[in-house]
Structures are given as C-alpha cells and as structure tokens.
T-cell receptor, first 117, second 112 residues
Framework: DAGVIQSPRHEVTEMGQEVTLRCKLI?????LFWYRQTMMRGLELLIY????????DSGMPEDRFSAKMPNASFSTLKIQPSEPRDSAVYFC???????????????FGEGSWLTVV | KQEVTQIPAALSVPEGENLVLNCSFT??????LQWFRQDPGKGLTSLLL?????REQTSGRLNASLDKSSGRSTLYIAASQPGDSATYLC???????????FGTGTRLLVSP
C-alpha cells in the first residue's frame, strides 16, 4: 500500500493567497484527520471526518480554513486568505474506524510544509 | 480537557544503552495510547498501540507500558542504536471518537 499521500510537500506563498492542500487516504480507510504541527503548539487536530462526514471541526482555527471530502478517498484543506501565522506543517492521517468509532492505528502522511511570507 | 506531557524533552545517550521515555496524561478515561516516531522532515510512524484494557505491548526492542489509573505510559528502548535517533511522541485517544491528543515529544539522540 502506498500509504497516506499528501501534496504539495512544500509550498511557499504570499500572504493573502489561497492555499489548497491535498490528501489521499489509504485504501479501505474510512477516517480522515487533518493535523497542524508548529514548534510552539505541537500537533493539533484541525478536523476529523468519518465516512466523509465531518465529526469534529472544533480545531479549525477560523473561517479562513475549510476542509472537504468530495469522495471516500480524497480530502482537501483550504486556507483563504493565507496569513504568515498559518506557516506550519500540515499532516493528513487516516485509519479504519469500526462501529462506535473504535480506535485503531492511525497512519500519517509525510506532511505539507507551508510557508506564508 | 486532556493534557499529555512527555519527559524528558530531550535525551542524549551513547549507543547500547537501555532507556525509558515517559508520558503522562491527565484524564484516565482513554480508549488507547499510541507511541509514534517522527524523523526530521518526515511524518509520524506508529510504533505501538496499547488498548486501555492492556498493560503493555512489545515490538522488537521496544516495549510500551500503560498504567491507566495513574495516567502514565513508558516507552522502553533496549540496546539503543544511532538509528533510533528521532522524536518520540505519545498520543492518547479519548472515548467517543478517534481524536488523538499528542504530547510535545522527546527528542532522542543516540551517539555511536
């Protein structure tokens, strides 16, 4: 299996521009997570989907951030307009959640390194 | 609100030493606890997952223990090697759904 695939791996953009990060889940997984990692705050969960439905988006910083799952294997995280404080590594992760959303191993992609100047 | 703390923040040891990384969490109502490894510029690799009903899990030179009542977990690495150098993160998953709360990590350096 190819694992969780994220793109782009690195992006440098100017403040005010729209940024779209993409993620392909591991085949057969039904849960999708977007995390953000910074030196100051560590790893923070932004949003969690199960079976394409957003379950918890309480970690999404503000309205400039939005996430979608147009199908069962793909997700996007969009920042519009971007700001320098959005600079971070954005990780996508997936797993298979059984009935009751039970816990299983979560697999991470290699991250999208975003710099907003 | 669940808080996860890892001690020490950084650790440097010579090759061959056995070592212990510590993780503590404030809310004992967890579903499981996972230990991850993160190499510089890379994503997270899951090392061990301990369900709340379990006391420990082993994989090769790694052994993770869980004491849910006291809110503690340890990751034991036997006969450390330079290739073990990385940041190790623990994360707890609460009941209800799969939200993982991460610690800030322990940065390990194993010198040849």
């Amino acid at each position: 299996d190819a694992g969780v695939i994220q793109s782009p791996r690195h992006e440098v953009t100017e403040m005010g521009q729209e940024v779209t990060l993409r993620c392909k889940l591991i085949s057969g997984h039904n849960s999708l997570f977007w995390y953000r990692q910074t030196m100051m705050r560590g790893l923070e969960l932004l949003i969690y989907f199960n079976n394409n439905v957003p379950i918890d988006d309480s970690g999404m910083p503000e309205d400039r951030f939005s996430a979608k799952m147009p199908n069962a294997s793909f997700s996007t995280l969009k920042i519009q307009p971007s700001e320098p404080r959005d600079s971070a590594v954005y990780f996508c992760a997936s797993s298979f959640a059984g009935r009751g959303l039970s816990g299983n191993t979560i697999y991470f992609g290699e991250g999208s390194w975003l710099t907003v100047v | 609100k669940q808080e996860v703390t890892q001690i020490p923040a950084a650790l440097s040891v010579p090759e061959g030493e056995n070592l212990v990384l510590n993780c503590s969490f404030t809310d004992s109502a967890i579903y499981n606890l996972q230990w991850f490894r993160q190499d510089p510029g890379k994503g997270l690799t899951s090392l061990l997952l301990i369900q709340s009903s379990q006391r420990e899990q082993t994989s090769g030179r790694l052994n993770a223990s869980l004491d849910k009542s006291s809110g503690r977990s340890t990751l034991y690495i036997a006969a450390s090697q330079p290739g073990d150098s990385a940041t190790y993160l623990c994360a707890v998953q609460g009941t209800g759904f799969q939200k993982l709360v991460f610690g800030t990590g322990t940065r390990l350096l194993v010198s040849p």
